[in-house]
T-cell receptor, first 115, second 111 residues
Framework: ETGVTQTPRHLVMGMTNKKSLKCEQH?????MYWYKQSAKKPLELMFV???????ENNSVPSRFSPECPNSSHLFLHLHTLQPEDSALYLC??????????????FGSGTQLSVL | LAKTTQPISMDSYEGQEVNITCSHN???????ITWYQQFPSQGPRFIIQ???TKVTNEVASLFIPADRKSSTLSLPRVSLSDTAVYYC????????????FGSGTRLQVQP
């Protein structure tokens, strides 16, 4: 148990659906992240939040919309996705955003399939 | 940017010691070196972090030579459950590269 919980664990959605991924951390951290991991590819950093403020958006399509209502919760709202968006979506947190000695704590991820 | 280079894959047998080396020739003065382990369909898990010399915890050891241009993750007496992908990350002052994962090293442990 890493202290970072993601739900749902698995999600199947059609291209016209709207769904949301949820992440909650119980570590008292100030920074939270969304990563995408496609099959046999490295993890791709999507969004970075620090103290509930989005500080990075790595050229992610607008069909992915993050939300961070407080420092413990992070959402990823999905709409009109494409089949190539099928991947493992991982949430992570760290004490702070800056510092090369930050340690990331990951959730178990949501395995998303877009049909 | 301090890029990291790791072997794509390694094979070992149960009970052996495994050493995975990461090259980071452009490491900066303030950079730390962090290793993560990832099992299929799970998020990466922090293993160990160091700045120089040697660091040891209950899971692994990390050896960093004086020039810090490489580091070696040492897993003593591996078991089948150590089969995973291992990532080496090198951070910088902005924290940016402490967040960037490469392709990692896929370790396969055989019985």
């Amino acid at each position: 148990e890493t202290g970072v919980t993601q739900t749902p664990r698995h999600l199947v959605m059609g291209m016209t659906n709207k769904k949301s991924l949820k992440c909650e951390q119980h570590l008292g951290h100030n920074a939270m992240y969304w990563y995408k991991q496609s099959a046999k590819k490295p993890l791709e950093l999507m969004f970075v939040y620090s103290l509930e403020e989005r500080v990075e958006n790595n050229s992610v399509p607008s069909r992915f919309s993050p939300e961070c209502p407080n420092s413990s919760h992070l959402f990823l709202h999905l709409h009109t996705l494409q089949p190539e968006d099928s991947a493992l979506y991982l949430c992570a947190s760290s004490q702070d955003r800056w510092g090369s000695n930050e340690k990331l704590f990951f959730g178990s991820g949501t395995q998303l399939s877009v049909l | 940017l301090a890029k990291t280079t790791q072997p794509i894959s390694m094979d070992s047998y149960e009970g052996q010691e495994v050493n995975i080396t990461c090259s980071h020739n452009n490491i900066a003065t303030n950079d730390y070196i962090t290793w993560y382990q990832q099992f299929p369909s799970q998020g990466p898990r922090f293993i160990i972090q160091g700045y120089k010399t040697k660091v040891t915890n209950e899971v692994a050891s990390l050896f960093i030579p004086a020039d810090r241009k490489s580091s070696t993750l040492s897993l003593p007496r591996v078991s089948l459950s150590d089969t995973a992908v291992y990532y080496c990350l090198v951070g910088e002052d902005t924290g940016r590269r402490a967040l960037t994962f490469g392709s990692g090293t896929r370790l396969q442990v055989q019985p």
